[in-house]
């Protein structure tokens, strides 16, 4: 088993700004809110809080285009608000992690406005500039095909004023940072200790795979055929370069101030891969996020995000044993998220959120999420089991620019494609939305039954979900079988038992297309774990029961004792014989 560290059995919780709690009746969260919240978190468990971006930014995408990394954006609130939150959280034993952005600037931050003044400017190599080429009419046309992780437009934007295009890897106002130049890791090395000394813990580093690109940067394959602008792949993405940028930054920043490191790793299907990042030896960062898990729900070699519902159980595990049998023995150490501010609410994706089967398969989702191996992140209203947007959601209401630019560039798309089938296939498209958007993740968080579910006095900036007066903090806290209650447990059983942190993950039945099964196995104590979820969907969606037969797969029943079940059983019981879950059970034992 891997070496012991505070970290590793460390609850994280994610903050998404925005939408976690508002202090200012202004619709919108703030950081007075968060502060709030402190001992609500403590309460919970979370040892160490992640606070999605909150800097100040013209919020084009919700913050992940900073204009100043040293200043709080004036609808979030001040540095000493951050400051409280610091020692909010430090007074309680508790450890505060801030976003990094760094691949990517705003387009109104200072440093991009003087690089694109002039092509002598000082700054004018701080970020990516080309002239471009010209195509067989005369005409100027970028680069290349690389497309922008948003919508189906390029990744380069003409700029008018020096005639030349700048990369953006993501929106048109999220310009690309030029890490080949020593003075801008310098900054930004300069920046993260700024805030190191201000007293953060860590960074949750955004996109951080991306930051090297390929010389002279070539055409991507066509992935998508028919499509003028293609995803950069390879050509951005896991480049070794990124590797030396991530050992220097260890040696400037990581290892003087001993903080938390998780990168955000989009495109690291491979593990040996992943686990180069994280390997103690190769001194680069704790752990980072992959994204393969991401995508069993999604249609390959298609727009981002259409949604397949034909998902197989069988197919899912595949990747999830793969990750979790597969980083430790690589010497690395798993992150381990199901939800975040980018992906849709897992309840609705992997069981079901019909009302009648909600709060179960909210907590046989927690007994997933908590017994998979890696750091747990818990992502703000997956702990009172919050779902994907309301049924009635109407396309006019997504916030989030991915969405609009996606239906955007999906309709002109189809469009072009003519006539009818156009015109029918953008309701497939409407209705992977619904399942993939990241609007799902951003409704308001939902604290009690008042006015807009307590999360603000005012108007909130996106619809509070109308489930609220059942489905929230204050109703769940108070009941013995809430979800919020369920993984409050879940917790502290998973703080108790180091396999479930430090275990080794034995996959029982993979073929299974009804059961996710599973043992953690510690040698170290001789603590073996058996994990049985029933996530059988059932003909309509809604789940069935099925049967377990723990000899079959060879596992020996005869000291288990349950720890923990959403069904029937009673903590501490034992098993005879075959057992049977019904729809979206999922039981715990202590063999
Ligand atoms: O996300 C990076 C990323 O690739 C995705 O999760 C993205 O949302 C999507 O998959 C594209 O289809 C990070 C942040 O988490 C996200 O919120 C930002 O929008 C993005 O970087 C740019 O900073």
């Not at 709030?36 to 084009?60: F, M, N, T």
């Not at 992502?379 to 006019?396: A, K, L, S, T």
């Amino acid at each position: 088993s891997a070496d012991p560290a505070w970290w590793k059995e460390a609850t994280v919780y994610q903050v998404y700004p925005a939408s976690f709690a508002d202090h200012a009746a202004n619709g919108h969260g703030t950081l007075k809110g968060i502060l709030h919240r402190v001992p609500y978190l403590k309460e919970l468990g979370v040892d160490i809080v992640w606070l999605s971006p909150c800097y100040e930014s013209p919020q084009a995408d919700m913050g992940y285009d900073i204009s100043n990394y040293q200043k709080i954006d004036p609808q979030y609130g001040t540095l000493q608000d951050w400051d409280d939150i610091r020692d909010a959280c430090h007074e309680r034993g508790m450890k505060l992690v801030m976003d990094l952005v760094v691949n990517h600037t705003s387009d109104q931050h200072e440093w991009f406005k003087q690089s694109r003044s002039s092509r002598s400017n000082p700054k004018r190599d701080w970020y990516i500039w080309h002239t471009g080429k010209i195509n067989e009419n005369g005409e100027r046309i970028p680069p290349n095909n690389w497309k922008s992780s948003f919508g189906a437009g390029s990744a380069w934007e003409w700029d008018e004023i020096t005639q030349e295009f700048y990369l953006h890897l993501f929106l048109k106002e999220q310009p690309d940072l030029n890490w080949e130049n020593e003075e801008v890791r310098e900054a930004v090395y300069g920046m993260m200790k700024w805030w190191l000394e201000r007293g953060t813990d860590g960074f949750r580093m955004d996109v951080i795979n991306y930051i090297s690109k390929a010389a002279g940067f070539p055409d991507a394959p066509i992935t998508v055929p028919g499509r003028l602008y293609q995803s950069f792949g390879s050509l951005s993405v896991n480049r070794p370069k990124v590797h030396d940028f991530l050992k220097e930054m260890n040696r400037r920043v990581i290892s003087p101030y001993d903080c938390f490191c998780v990168g955000e790793c989009p495109g690291t299907e491979a593990p040996d891969l992943f686990a180069s990042y994280s390997k103690p030896a190769n001194k680069e960062l704790q752990m980072v996020f992959h994204f393969h898990h991401q995508g069993f729900d999604r249609i390959s070699r298609s727009w981002g995000r259409s949604w397949n519902p034909d998902w197989s159980l069988s197919k899912m595990k595949k990747i999830f044993n793969t990750w979790n049998v597969e980083i430790p023995k690589e010497g690395g150490w798993n992150s381990n998220y199901i939800e975040n501010h980018d992906q849709s609410r897992i309840i609705s994706r992997l069981a079901s959120d019909h009302p009648s089967n909600r709060s179960k398969s909210a907590k046989l989702c927690c007994m997933f999420h908590a017994t998979l191996t890696g750091t747990i992140f818990v992502y703000q209203g997956q702990e009172i089991g919050m779902v994907n947007v309301p049924v009635d959601w109407d396309e006019r209401e997504y916030k989030d620019i991915e969405a609009v630019q996606n239906l955007q560039g999906e309709r002109e798309y189809l469009e072009s494609q003519g006539g009818v089938m156009g015109k029918n296939a953008i309701k497939g498209v409407l209705k992977s939305l619904r399942m993939t958007a990241r609007d799902n993740a951003r409704t308001p968080m939902q604290w009690d039954d008042k006015l807009n579910a307590g999360f603000s006095q005012a108007t909130p900036w996106m619809r509070v979900h109308d489930d609220f007066k059942t489905w929230n903090v204050k109703t769940q806290m108070a009941d013995p079988n809430s979800p919020w209650t369920f993984w409050k447990r879940m917790l502290e059983i998973r703080k108790h038992h180091p396999a479930m942190v430090y275990g080794e993950f034995i996959p029982l039945d993979p073929e299974s297309e009804k059961n996710y099964s599973y043992i953690r196995y510690h040698s170290e104590t001789n603590q073996r774990i058996l994990v049985v979820l029933n996530f059988a969907k059932g003909t309509d969606g809604l789940g069935e029961d099925i049967t377990f037969d723990p000899v079959t797969v060879g596992v020996d029943m005869t000291s288990a004792k349950l720890l923990i079940s959403n069904g029937e059983e009673k903590e501490g019981s034992g098993v005879q014989g075959t057992m049977t879950l019904s729809s979206w059970e999922g039981r715990v034992y202590l063999l």
